[in-house]
């Protein structure tokens, strides 16, 4: 019987979201193979993470695209971007506490290509006065990611309802990050 590599992948990443300590056992067991099927596949948990981290990287650049950051005012780009982003945040929040493995490492280019075009949107939002030029556009991309965890974590904890994912994170940025007139 073949394997669905997307599969296997997928039920990785929804265990790993919810329980980020999961053993590649516990993997196997949630994606309905075996501990030697998973490691055919994955030589252990780094080729694992690599797998789920180039899983990530489509599905954010996935979201970025459908959110058409170029479109309209960049407030409005944000908050589609925090829509369209909203079903990968588990494994987002996932990945980015995953990092300190490849600490010392160039970052992967899929991330420098969404961070660029992020940036590039708070930039654009920098320059037509709609956001505050204070705070650079990598801080408010980073500021983004971070958001971005924090909300699919409370969530996932059961502390703050799912419907609320989009309006905690773009209230709090975007209530930071707009520019005020001044009195």
């Given at each position: 019987?073949?394997?669905?590599?997307?599969?296997?992948?997928?039920?990785a990443?929804?265990?790993?979201?919810?329980?980020?300590?999961?053993?590649?056992?516990?993997?196997?067991?949630?994606?309905?193979?075996?501990?030697?099927?998973?490691?055919?596949?994955?030589?252990?948990?780094?080729?694992?993470?690599?797998?789920?981290?180039?899983?990530?990287?489509?599905?954010?650049?996935?979201?970025?695209?459908?959110?058409r950051?170029?479109?309209?005012?960049?407030?409005?780009?944000?908050?589609?971007?925090?829509?369209?982003?909203?079903?990968?945040?588990?494994l987002?929040?996932?990945?980015?506490?995953?990092?300190?493995?490849?600490?010392?490492?160039?970052?992967?280019e899929?991330?420098?290509?969404?961070?660029?075009?992020?940036?590039a949107?708070?930039?654009?939002?920098?320059?037509?006065g709609?956001?505050?030029?204070?705070?650079?556009?990598?801080?408010?991309?980073?500021?983004?990611f971070?958001?971005?965890?924090?909300?699919?974590?409370?969530?996932?904890?059961?502390?703050?309802?799912?419907?609320?994912?989009?309006?905690?994170?773009?209230?709090?940025?975007?209530?930071?990050?707009?520019?005020?007139?001044?009195?």
């Amino acid at each position: 019987m073949a394997v669905d590599r997307d599969h296997v992948l997928r039920s990785a990443a929804a265990l790993l979201t919810r329980k980020s300590t999961a053993t590649m056992d516990e993997v196997a067991k949630a994606a309905g193979i075996s501990r030697a099927t998973l490691h055919r596949h994955f030589a252990g948990r780094d080729a694992l993470v690599r797998a789920l981290e180039a899983l990530g990287i489509a599905e954010c650049e996935a979201a970025v695209d459908a959110a058409r950051l170029d479109d309209g005012p960049a407030s409005d780009a944000v908050r589609r971007l925090v829509r369209e982003v909203e079903s990968a945040a588990g494994l987002l929040a996932f990945l980015y506490t995953e990092n300190q493995l490849f600490e010392g490492e160039e970052q992967n280019e899929g991330w420098s290509r969404i961070d660029g075009r992020i940036a590039a949107l708070f930039r654009r939002g920098q320059q037509d006065g709609e956001f505050r030029i204070d705070l650079t556009p990598a801080w408010l991309t980073e500021a983004l990611f971070g958001l971005l965890a924090s909300g699919a974590w409370v969530v996932q904890s059961g502390k703050v309802a799912p419907k609320d994912f989009h309006h905690m994170i773009v209230e709090l940025l975007l209530g930071g990050a707009l520019r005020r007139e001044e009195s």
